[in-house]
Nanobody, 112 residues
Framework: QLQLVESGGGLVQTGGSLRLSCAAS????????MRWHRQAPGKERELVAF????????GYRDSVKGRFSISRDNAKNTLYLQMNSLQPEDTAVYYC?????WGQGTQVTVSS
C-alpha cells in the first residue's frame, strides 16, 4: 500500500531552520518524481520543490530558492526538505506528494 508520512514540522523563529521528512512505503523514492507542497491558511496549495526520478534533479519555487533544499535517502526511502532562513511567509502545512498520493501534512510556523 502506497503511503507517505511527513514529520519534522514545528515552531521556529524568523531566520531559523527545520528539516522535514517524508517516509515512503509501497514504492521506492528514487523511482518517481517527488514533491513538497505547502498550504497557508486561506490560500491555495502551492508547489515548493520537486526532485525528479533517476537523475534526482531538483527544482524550487522562486521564493525559496537559495533557502530550501530537497533531497532523498534511498536507503531510508525518505524524502527531505531542509529549510533555512525561514520567514513568517513560510508558515503553512507542508505536504509531500508522489503518484497522486499525499501525506497528512506537517505544520510549520515561523514567528516574527
Amino acid at each position: 500500500q502506497l503511503q507517505l508520512v511527513e514529520s519534522g514540522g514545528g515552531l521556529v523563529q524568523t531566520g531559523g531552520s527545520l528539516r522535514l521528512s517524508c517516509a515512503a512505503s509501497g514504492f521506492t523514492v528514487n523511482n518517481v518524481t517527488m514533491r513538497w507542497h505547502r498550504q497557508a491558511p486561506g490560500k491555495e496549495r502551492e508547489l515548493v520543490a520537486f526532485i525528479t526520478s533517476a537523475s534526482g534533479s531538483p527544482g524550487y519555487r522562486d521564493s525559496v530558492k537559495g533557502r530550501f533544499s530537497i533531497s532523498r535517502d534511498n536507503a531510508k526511502n525518505t524524502l527531505y526538505l531542509q529549510m533555512n532562513s525561514l520567514q513568517p511567509e513560510d508558515t503553512a502545512v507542508y505536504y509531500c506528494n508522489a503518484m497522486a498520493r499525499w501525506g497528512q501534512g506537517t505544520q510549520v510556523t515561523v514567528s516574527s
